[in-house]
C-alpha cells in the first residue's frame, strides 16, 4: 500500500454507537467497501480520538481513518 495521507469523502454507516465505511472517493473515483478487514481505535497529540480502518475495496486494500472530534475522514494508504 502507498502511504497517502490525503482528505477524502466517505459514506458511512453510524448505527448502534458505532461507524462502519461503505464508501470513498479518490482521485474521481469512487471505491466501495466489500469488507472491513481490521478496525482500531487511538489518540493522537491533543488527545483527539482517531478511529482507523483497514478495508477491503473491489481490487486493493486502503487503510482510512475517521476524526469523530471533527467529522474528517483521511485517506492514509492505498
Known amino acids: 500500500m502507498k502511504q497517502l495521507n490525503c482528505p477524502v469523502p466517505v459514506l458511512a454507516v453510524f448505527e448502534q454507537g458505532k461507524v462502519r465505511p461503505l464508501a470513498f472517493k479518490y482521485q474521481g473515483?469512487?471505491?466501495s467497501v466489500t469488507q472491513?478487514?481490521?478496525d482500531w481505535q487511538q489518540f493522537a497529540l491533543l488527545e483527539e480520538q482517531i478511529h482507523t480502518f483497514v478495508v477491503e475495496?473491489?481490487?486493493r486494500l486502503a487503510q482510512l481513518s475517521y476524526y469523530p472530534q471533527t467529522g474528517r475522514w483521511h485517506l492514509d494508504k492505498l
Open 36 to 38: 472491513v478487514i481490521r
Open 57 to 59: 475495496t473491489e481490487t
Open 29 to 31: 473515483r469512487r471505491w
